[in-house]
């Protein structure tokens, strides 16, 4: 027992974000404001402003699964009806050519029409493309570099919506892409939608990513489109953001190492879906080598991957007494048989921690936001120095990991308070939009339909 509790204790010393004072969680707050204005130079485009009628379709390709969604658009912009298809995004195509994934999504939007509408009718497409792109305009934007395990070759550089556009033409569909979108954005524009209060939209599924509404005077290049209010939208592609005061772990620089895109996506690499399991295996393989808490289990627990995000959730969530779940997870899945009920805390330990952090990241980069907005109490905007009461602030949000899992909402939660305090926290409300990447490329879609 006493060597469990120095491995865990050597182990959350390295891993957990501590309790850091109140001036270190300052610093911290400062340094990424700082990153984040460096990055003000992304823009996107206006939140919907409501008035075109018809059907709209959207595609929303993102990183584990895509989705096709069909939108129906009423008289004052109300969305009348919304359909929406999931489908995994078969593993050979995140890593062939850009011509085949998209014959693929194309002939998935080509099913998916014949049988909602049945008809050869000129549509307006949304394009939720999620990985970095460089927007030239509403309808077209060059990607910069793959995320999330995609590793297609000479595609950067390339305009997608133009190769996507070529691929529905190959495909006879009579469809053209009106609005190119990463999710964020499309999150924000149904949040917005629905909600003037939304301010800001977050991603936290297989990658994470945020944007945020700006006063266009404080962007420092302005590439974009101004909301009728004159705000624009920034795409912060947050994921990539680092800083010398994340405490990076040994198992986040092996985890990089694993990484078809090492050196870059620090922050996403630290809180997303496709890496959280993979970091709690490895500091489990380190444990395994290093102790006897499995036995002679290593070589099980040597397998990049093997663990995912949603059985690292379940093993945190498993509430029975004798952690039957974390045991038949650990027979199933790790190949490890018969471990002790004390083992099994142990693992519970782990992916607590590695979901604490991950939690306590995304709310110092959501609260990173607030400062910049001045809607974190402070009183002091960064970009203005006027004092201002915290008004209510909304903040989509969306993802597979924040959806799914109740303990990482639970300990954001947690973290938001914890550095905003109970007042100012109680004035954020995050507000999860289902489907609302897609959807909110589709309202885009409409909104700028006549460049079809
Ligand atoms: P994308 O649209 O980028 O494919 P999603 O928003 O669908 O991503 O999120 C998928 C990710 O969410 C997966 O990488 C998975 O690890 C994570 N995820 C899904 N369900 C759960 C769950 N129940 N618990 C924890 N993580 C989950």
Redesign the pocket.
Known sequence: AAGCAAVTCAIAAALVARRASARARWRRAVALLREFEDGLRHAARAPCDRNEEGIYYAI?L??????VLRVEVGAGSVVISRKVEHEPIPEELTKGTLEELFNFIALALKNFMEREDGKDERRALGFTF?FPVRQTSVSSGSLIRWT?GFAIEDAAGKDIAQCLNEALARSGLNVRVTALVN?TVGTLALGHYHDEDTVAAV?I???TNACYIERTDAIIKCQGLLTNSGGMVVNMEWGNFWSSHLPRTLYDISLDDETQNRNDQGFEKMI???Y??EIARLVLHRMALESDVFSDAADSLSVPFTL???L???IREDDSPDLSEVKRILQEHLRIPGTPLKTRRLVVKVCDIVTRRAARLAAAGIVGILKKLGRDGSGVASTGRTRSQPRRTVVAI????Y???PV?REYLDEALVEILGEEVAQTVTLRVTEDG?GTGAALLAAVHSSNR
Do not use: M
Not at 62 to 67: A, H, L
Not at 398 to 401: D, M, Q, T
């Open positions: 929303d993102g990183g584990t699964n895509f989705r999620s999330k999710d991603i599924g297989a990658g997303s879906g496709i959280l399991g995912s995000t949603p690292l959730a379940a969306e993802g597979g990991l959806q799914g899992y990482f990447s």
